[in-house]
């Protein structure tokens, strides 16, 4: 039955089909966890450890101590001291059967974890959220693929659950037109006095500076980012957007060749993107580097006085979504995708399940795609969602009895597929093909 939300937007629950049976393991299954001891580390080596399917866990870290403690969460986890950058990776990754990275930056370690992995022969999983080191990835497909590799990129929460998300939303559409992911910024607890940014952090402040590669006009292209977009949300209303680097905008194409539009942005108070935006000019200029602007973010913002007014609506913002604008049934029409729950652990927690529910996938047989891969392509929406709902707990939405993958839909006021355009600084420079 399809229920009505206030503003019209028909709203259309999705059955999700069982979880698979748990099935014992057919063989002995190592599994390398890379950054172990970090907070989505932690959070991958809980979740391994309590599937069947693999009977060691290897929790690997620079720091063999924390490693140590982190392998206490089940007698068959080890840690192991393990720097990547020095040490011996292929003696790390001897005999395993499959590796997960949640070790970042992956600009820094991404193409040095991936290429390891296909040289041992394990399947590989990781929650890379940087477009420069997935392009990079993807170039390995071939060789991932003649050594009987599954490496699934970008199985986090962004990229990874969003990617699922379009790829469902697309589905209500006879022809997907434009695909945009997006999710909240939010905060992290500051690392320890003198110690690094947090690896969140750096990154968020990579992809909000310089330029970063976006797909519109159906090829791929350089823009600057935290361009500010309005984004017609079925049973929401008008959505302000920033524009952020990620993932998405470039492995979507692939899957969807007709997009003219794929982009992912982030949703918050318009003066923290102000500030945010501050930070970014002075990094650009030249003035301050990344290091000390992943500072200035972590140390947060003083709200102005005459920041706007919150405006209550009659349904909180999405938080993880995605949003999809084409034609069905010969009219144009937006439709949304997003989570309602979500599991215990913030930020942690919504990463690294689903990164170890690619791996249990890849074990159980579900993911049989050979080669350098990425959620939407690889893996069914309907039995990953289905997966994950036993983790999410958390309500985001004001109603908690919304289903947990709530899929809305609406015609297009202006009768013309798309969203409002861009208001920011720089022109879009076009990509060779």
């Given at each position: 039955m399809n229920v009505k939300s206030g503003s019209g937007a028909t709203t259309h629950p999705t059955p999700t089909p069982s979880p698979l049976p748990a099935t014992p393991p057919a063989r002995a299954r190592r599994v390398v966890v890379l950054g172990a001891a970090g907070a989505m580390g932690r959070a991958a080596v809980a979740s391994l450890a309590a599937m069947p399917e693999f009977t060691e866990i290897i929790a690997a870290d620079l720091d063999g101590a924390a490693a140590s403690r982190v392998a206490e969460v089940a007698p068959h986890v080890r840690g192991v001291a393990l720097n990547v950058l020095t040490d011996d990776l292929d003696a790390a990754l001897d005999g395993a059967w499959g590796v997960l990275s949640a070790l970042g930056p992956f600009t820094t370690f991404g193409e040095l974890t991936l290429t390891a992995a296909i040289a041992a022969g394990c399947h590989y999983v990781d929650i890379n959220d940087d477009w420069e080191p997935t392009l990079t990835a993807l170039e390995h497909s071939e060789a991932a693929a003649a050594a009987g590799v599954t490496a699934l990129i970008g199985m986090g929460a962004s990229p990874g659950v969003s990617n699922l998300l379009a790829a469902?939303?697309?589905?209500?559409?006879?022809?997907?037109?434009?695909?945009?992911?997006?999710?909240?910024?939010?905060?992290?607890?500051?690392?320890a006095p003198g110690g690094p940014p947090n690896a969140a952090t750096m990154h968020f402040i990579h992809q909000t500076t310089g330029t970063v590669r976006v797909h519109r006009d159906g090829e791929a292209r350089l823009v600057a980012p935290l361009q500010q977009r309005t984004v017609p949300y079925p049973g929401y209303g008008p959505l302000e957007a920033r524009l952020i680097g990620?993932?998405?905008?470039?492995?979507?194409?692939?899957t969807f060749p007709g997009l003219s539009v794929s982009e992912n942005l982030g949703i918050g108070p318009g003066w923290v993107f102000d500030a945010i935006r501050a930070v970014a000019a002075r990094v650009d200029s030249g003035e301050m580097t990344q290091e000390d602007a992943a500072r200035a973010v972590e140390a947060g913002f003083e709200k102005p006085a005459d920041a706007a007014p919150y405006v209550r609506r009659s349904r909180r913002a999405p938080?993880?979504?995605a949003w999809a604008s084409?034609?069905?049934?010969?009219i144009e029409t937006h439709v949304s995708a997003e989570l309602t729950r979500f599991p215990d652990g913030g930020m942690a927690g919504a990463t690294a399940i689903p990164a170890a529910l690619g791996l249990q996938l890849i074990a159980r047989g579900s993911v049989k795609a050979r080669g350098v891969v990425t959620p939407e392509e690889a893996v069914d929406p309907g039995e990953f969602f289905a997966l994950f709902e036993p983790f999410c707990v958390n309500p985001a939405l004001s109603d908690d009895a919304a289903p947990f993958l709530l899929v809305a839909s609406e015609p297009s006021a202006t009768g013309t597929a798309g969203t409002t355009p861009?208001?920011?600084?720089?022109?879009?420079?076009?990509?060779?093909?």
């Open positions: 469902r939303a697309a589905r209500e559409l006879d022809e997907p037109r434009e695909l945009l992911t997006g999710w909240p910024i939010g905060t992290l607890d500051a690392p990620h993932p998405e905008p470039v492995t979507l194409p692939r938080g993880l979504w084409g034609l069905r049934a010969g861009f208001l920011g600084r720089g022109e879009a420079e076009a990509l060779p093909q």
